[in-house]
Nanobody, 123 residues
């Protein structure tokens, strides 16, 4: 069992940066694949980025590649999403998710979810 709590969302101007954090509790965090998924108003959930247990594999959605960076600190039970060069189309609720098995880029493949944090990018 993994419990997830996101933080770091907010309002930012286009071109700005934000760093989201996801604090996890539970004994299995260090062996879990982690992901970030977002959902914009009126749209389906969209995979953003994922990271395997060691940090050695980090796939990204094409829409964020080169602008977002996912990382994790297993000693702190925390996963991060550094978001640079933000665009208005990045506006969404961002969810942290955990998966007991291997890393996945499918947005509905995750077993545990946080409550989400709102990110709004103004033009």
């Amino acid at each position: 069992q993994v419990q997830l709590v996101e933080s770091g969302g907010g309002l930012v101007q286009a071109g700005g940066s934000l760093r989201l954090s996801c604090a996890a509790s539970g004994r299995t965090f260090s062996s879990s694949a982690m992901g970030w998924v977002r959902q914009a108003p009126g749209k389906e959930r969209e995979f953003v980025a994922a990271i395997n247990w060691s940090g050695g594999s980090t796939p990204y959605a094409d829409s964020v590649k080169g602008r977002f960076t996912i990382s994790r600190d297993n000693a702190k039970n925390t996963v991060y999403l550094q978001k640079n060069s933000l665009k208005p189309e990045d506006t969404a609720v961002y969810y942290c998710a955990a998966r007991a098995s291997s890393i996945s880029t499918r947005e509905y493949a995750y077993d545990y979810w946080g409550q989400g944090t709102q990110v709004t990018v103004s033009s």
